[in-house]
C-alpha cells in the first residue's frame, strides 16, 4: 500500500511541475477549436493541428452580384508518382444482383499520363459571384448492381436531391457528414426513392451497411464556382470575378490539397494542380 501510495504521490508531482518547465507545451496543447458540435457533445481537437491536416473550409453566405471584367481559371489535375494499387471488394452477398465475382476500386482513377478522374475542384474562399445554375430535375445517387452511381458529386447547400433504390435488392444510404449522421433510410425495394437535402457545406460520404463496399461522396458548396473532373483530368470555371482565390482540389484517397491563384480581368488562368502521396 506504501509503495503504491508512492506512486501516485509521483505521478502528481509530474503533472504539477511538467506544465511550469514546459510552457510552450501547455499552451498549445490548451489552443482547442470545435469542429463538430451535436447538442450538448462537443468534439475538439488542436487547432494548429488540424491547419495542417485539413485546410479550414469557408461557407456561409454568398451573394449574387454582377460580374465586372470577369476571368476563368482552367486546368488539369495530375498524379505525381506510380499510381497505387486498387482496393480489392469481395461480394458475400446478393451475387445475383451484385455479381458472384471480385470487383477492385482505384485509390485514384487516373490515365496512364497520371490525369486524375473524380477529382473535385472548387474556390474556398469566394463570397460573391455569378448566379448558381438553374438544372432540370433533382441530383440522384442511385444504387445500381450494388453501386452507388455517381461515385462523385457536387451537391449545392440546401440543394434537394434524391437517394434511389435501381436494385431488386434491400439497400439503405448512410450520410455522414462533419461526424454527424445526415439520414440513414432503408431503402428495401426496387424502386424506392427518397428526397434529401444537405445544408451544411462540407464532404458527405454515403454508405451502405447491407452492402458494406458501397460508397459514395458528395460535396456540398455555397457557390457555382467548381468542377468534377473526367477521364482527362481537365477542369474549368468562367464568370469568375478578379482577384486572388484558394484554389480546392479534394480526391476521395488524397484529402484536399490548396494553392493560390490570381484572377486578372478578361483572362484565363491557366492551372497545372499535381497531387503527391504524402
Not at 6 to 14: D, K, N, Y
Not at 106 to 125: E, H, S, T, W
Amino acid at each position: 500500500m506504501i509503495a503504491v501510495n508512492r506512486r501516485w504521490i509521483l505521478v502528481a508531482v509530474v503533472l504539477l511541475v511538467w506544465p511550469a518547465a514546459h510552457p510552450e507545451l501547455s499552451a498549445s496543447a490548451n489552443e482547442h477549436e470545435v469542429i463538430a458540435r451535436d447538442g450538448d457533445v462537443a468534439v475538439s481537437m488542436n487547432s494548429q493541428r488540424r491547419r495542417r491536416s485539413r485546410p479550414k473550409r469557408r461557407g456561409g453566405k454568398y451573394e449574387v452580384v454582377q460580374v465586372a471584367g470577369a476571368g476563368a481559371i482552367e486546368g488539369v489535375v495530375t498524379f505525381r508518382g506510380p499510381i497505387p494499387e486498387p482496393e480489392t471488394i469481395r461480394v458475400v452477398k446478393d451475387h445475383e444482383t451484385c455479381d458472384r465475382r471480385e470487383k477492385s476500386r482505384p485509390l485514384i482513377r487516373a490515365d496512364i499520363k497520371g490525369n486524375v478522374a473524380d477529382a473535385v475542384v472548387f474556390l474556398g474562399d469566394i463570397k460573391s459571384g455569378k448566379a448558381i445554375p438553374q438544372t432540370e430535375g433533382k441530383p440522384t445517387i442511385t444504387q445500381r448492381q450494388c453501386t452507388f452511381e455517381p461515385h462523385v458529386q457536387v451537391l449545392q447547400a440546401g440543394q434537394p436531391f434524391d437517394v434511389v433504390n435501381g436494385d431488386p435488392v434491400a439497400h439503405n444510404a448512410q450520410c455522414v457528414q462533419h461526424m454527424k449522421t445526415l439520414f440513414n433510410p432503408l431503402q428495401p425495394t426496387q424502386g424506392l426513392r427518397n428526397e434529401f437535402s444537405i445544408r451544411r457545406p462540407g464532404l458527405a460520404t454515403i454508405t451502405c451497411a447491407v452492402h458494406n463496399w458501397m460508397k459514395a461522396y458528395a460535396y456540398v458548396l455555397w457557390h457555382p464556382y467548381y468542377a468534377v473532373t473526367g477521364d482527362g483530368g481537365a477542369f474549368a470555371m468562367t464568370e469568375v470575378p478578379p482577384g486572388e482565390y484558394e484554389l480546392v482540389v479534394w480526391q476521395e484517397h488524397l484529402g484536399e490539397r490548396t494553392r493560390k491563384v490570381m484572377v486578372t480581368p478578361g483572362n484565363t488562368t491557366t492551372v497545372a494542380f499535381e497531387l503527391a502521396a504524402e
